[in-house]
């Protein structure tokens, strides 16, 4: 801890103690010992004292007790030589502090009882609330423990000016925060800022004029206090437990917006206690990391733009987004939906256009929570029924954040836009396919609201992962195809993840039905050998889904007894497949596309299928329009096996899948392939030619036929002879 801020706090402290001291001598002498003393309206007698010692202060002479123990609890002023640790004691002094300030409070009330207003708002008489009597205290404390309120705002000082003030405080409103407002700087004080810029104060609007000194922090922290003895169920006196809920529970800082007393150092030190930091506006030292506040314990010298921000933050409170802001309807009520033809006003991906989704980590300070920029023409700017490409980058910050899960939020993706009415989206990663209809377009979607849509939904679902997220969407080609590159490289970091895992070294695969609320039936069975079909999900990403999530669509399988070893058949796998396609599906096969093989849903990249003339297989993605040998096009074959069904002959898979050791095992792995699109070959090229060498059959890629030499089978069969195809010699694949 600083020893500046340890001088400061513990001199502040004495300045408070010895100012009440007096004050108590001359109040005696005037009122007697057994004058009754009190905030008005309330069973908590002087709540941080009664919630610390239990002492139920009533009386003038109860103040002797109290102040007895301040004595103690105060520590010597720090001298310059010595080197103590300062924390404790610094800390005793702050709650010294607090309770000398309630003393105070509580003799302001008997000589001036009409010196706060007794309601929820303020009077003609007075803008200062003072404590909140039992009455306002039930109905706004039930809101910090039933989730409406996280917690509030402590704001000691004044902004430079009202229109700062007043944008502090929309800010601090905008995220659920009370603001609990005292003390003044400069002859100024935020709750009077307010008042001048036409906001409404009061305890409705949740900015509460406690009162004009700093020593009003008291009703803050009082108010916190009776938070965990009347809804936390914790006993009076028991201090270790008040203090302890309200750090977990209370999302509670401190604002200090001006010059810092002494004074204001005592009370902040005494906030430390309850685990709430202080943030400034000023260049005071700091105080990072030593264990009692949630991370840092004072951060000064923030601008005021970034002051709520960074309070935020430093305060762990998760960000709450009640509503998804969108002009449409939203639910999952309209995943399913469908946008056709003469609808469609603006169409991106689905093969004509380049569509990317990209959700990748970012330092805190680079992140803007809420942030949502478009850059290139909007739905404003074309006519209906046009294309263009698109790009989302999703930037996410936390303190907890991993890189692991980036694949996980960026997989929601697809359910979280589809639910908006009026908009379709398929696939995921660089084969995404959204379509805005004209419906949505005249409500006033804007792509903007696909951001505004991550952002709140990503914070309802998981936010406790990460912090911030802000959005960025491109449309112009160039910067699309920038974004493209840079998610490419993420994408295959990602892959490579599980390149050297083998299904034998682990005992646990994982489930993925997320992909149900399309195909009811459809299970994925994710193994490190065999990720998932729509190439979001591998292995590790499923177990990282299941540790955030562990009601979630991705359930650990104990592989159990292997029933099959050629098919990959394993006994746990049947089993919870039964369960989980509700008996549509009782066997599937890991390994085989022929025997049992695992169902497809519409998101898969790639479709493999049986070419019986020639004893093999093709596949292909997503992104290849033209016809296929098996005489269907993808879409074609997404229509007829994509809807969860096993359907033996087809399979849809993963492109990274291809060159995975287990793929299609069970029907001569990779050495059966005889047809993929040219494009496809390019991009798995160094992959394929390492797999072909591991097989033994070093020019494996150049036997594969693709849309330049054959579009049927029989072309297919001549290209295989010429170049002397091993699947012409296995065993016969039916
Ligand atoms: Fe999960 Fe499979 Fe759907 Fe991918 S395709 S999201 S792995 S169910
Ligand atoms: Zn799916």
């Known amino acids: 801890m600083s020893k500046i801020i340890a001088s400061a706090a513990i001199r502040g402290a004495h300045k408070i103690f010895d100012k009440v001291d007096a004050k108590y001598k001359e109040v005696l002498e005037k009122y007697g010992p057994d004058q009754e003393v009190g905030f008005p309206n309330t069973a908590y007698y002087l709540p941080i004292i009664y919630a610390m010692t239990g002492i139920g202060v009533s009386k003038l002479q109860d103040f002797d007790q109290i102040l007895n123990l301040c004595r103690r609890l ?110 003044e700087n400069g002859g100024k004080r935020f709750s009077e800022q307010l008042a001048e810029a036409g906001v409404q104060v009061g305890w409705p609007t949740r900015l509460v004029s406690f ?25 009076p006196g028991d201090f270790r437990r008040n203090l302890i809920y309200n750090k977990d529970r209370t999302y509670a800082f401190v604002m200090a917006l001006g010059e810092v007393t002494d004074e204001w150092y005592a009370n902040a030190a005494g906030c430390i206690n309850w685990g709430f930091p202080t943030i400034a506006d000023t260049p005071i030292p700091e105080v990072l990391p030593t264990g009692i506040c949630t991370y840092e314990h004072v951060v000064s010298n923030i601008p005021h733009d970034h002051i709520v921000q960074k309070a935020v933050e430093v305060r762990g409170l998760k960000v709450q987004v009640a509503k998804v802001p969108v002009p449409v309807s939203y639910g999952p009520a309209f995943e399913g939906e469908r946008v056709r033809g003469e609808d469609i006003y603006l169409e991106m991906g689905g093969g004509k256009t380049v569509a990317v989704e990209w959700t990748t980590t970012k330092r805190m300070e680079e992140v803007e929570d809420g942030k949502v920029e478009v850059v290139g023409p909007d739905v404003g700017d074309v006519k209906a029924g046009t294309r263009l490409h698109f790009a989302m980058l999703a930037e996410v910050a936390g303190r907890n954040f991993q890189e692991d899960f980036e694949p996980i939020l960026e997989r929601q993706n697809h359910h979280l836009i589809n639910q908006a009415q009026g908009i379709m989206h398929i696939g995921q990663r660089d084969i995404a396919w959204i379509r805005v209809s004209k419906q949505a377009v005249e409500k006033g979607f804007k792509l903007e609201h696909i951001g ?16 911030k997220v802000q959005v960025k969407i491109y449309t112009e080609e160039a910067k699309v195809r920038e974004v493209l590159e840079q998610a490419r490289a993420s994408y295959n970091h990602r892959d490579a993840r599980v390149e050297n895992m083998t299904d034998e070294t682990v005992d646990t695969f994982y489930s993925c039905t997320l992909c149900q609320s399309f195909a009811p039936s459809h299970v994925c069975v994710v193994a490190p050998e065999r990720t998932g079909l729509c190439g979001a999900y591998n292995w590790l990403d499923c177990r990282a889904a299941f540790e955030i999530n562990p009601e979630g669509p991705n359930q650990p399988i104990q592989k159990g007894e292997m029933l099959d070893e050629r098919y990959g058949q394993f006994k746990g796998c049947n089993d919870f497949v039964i369960k989980a396609s509700r008996q549509k599906v009782t066997n599937v096969s890991l390994y085989s596309l022929m025997v049992d093989p695992m169902t497809t849903c519409g998101c898969c990249e790639c479709i493999a299928a049986v070419l019986p003339m020639a004893n093999g297989l093709m596949t292909v993605d997503r992104d290849y329009t033209g016809m296929t040998p098996c005489g269907m096009k993808f879409t074609t074959l997404a229509g007829s096996v994509g809807g969860g069904a096993q359907s033996p002959g087809f399979l849809g898979h993963s492109k990274y899948n291809i060159t995975q050791r287990k793929f299609v095992k069970g029907d001569g792995g990779l050495a059966r392939m005889v047809w993929m699109p040219k494009r496809l070959k390019e991009e798995l090229h160094d992959r394929l030619v390492k797999r072909g060498e591991e097989l033994g059959i070093p020019g494996l890629i150049d036997m594969i036929a693709d849309e330049t030499v054959a579009t049927t089978e029989d072309e297919v069969i001549a290209y295989i002879t010429e170049k002397g195809h091993p699947a012409l010699t296995m065993e016969s694949i039916l």
Not at 218 to 229: E, K, L, N, S
Not at 453 to 461: F, V
């Open 74 to 183: 105060i520590p010597p002023p720090v001298r310059e030589k010595t080197h103590l640790p300062y924390l404790a004691p610094t800390l005793d002094a702050g709650m010294a502090t607090f309770f000398v300030e309630e003393l105070y409070e509580a003799m302001r009330y008997l000589e001036n009882p009409d010196c706060y207003a007794t309601g929820e708002d303020q009077t003609d008489k007075t803008i200062w609330l003072g404590a909140a009597s039992d009455l306002i205290f039930r109905k706004r404390g039930v809101e910090f423990v039933d989730g409406t309120a996280p917690g509030f705002a402590a704001i000691v000082g004044a902004a430079p000016d009202a229109q700062t003030a007043a944008k502090i405080a929309l800010e601090l409103q905008e995220k659920n925060l009370y603001v609990f407002m005292c003390g």
């Open 211 to 235: 009162g004009p000194d700093i020593y009003q922090a008291v009703f803050a922290i009082g108010f916190a206090c009776r938070v965990a003895m009347a809804f936390g169920g914790v006993k």
């Open 452 to 467: 505004k849509i991550i952002h709140a939904k990503y914070h309802q679902d998981f936010g406790a992962i990460f912090d």
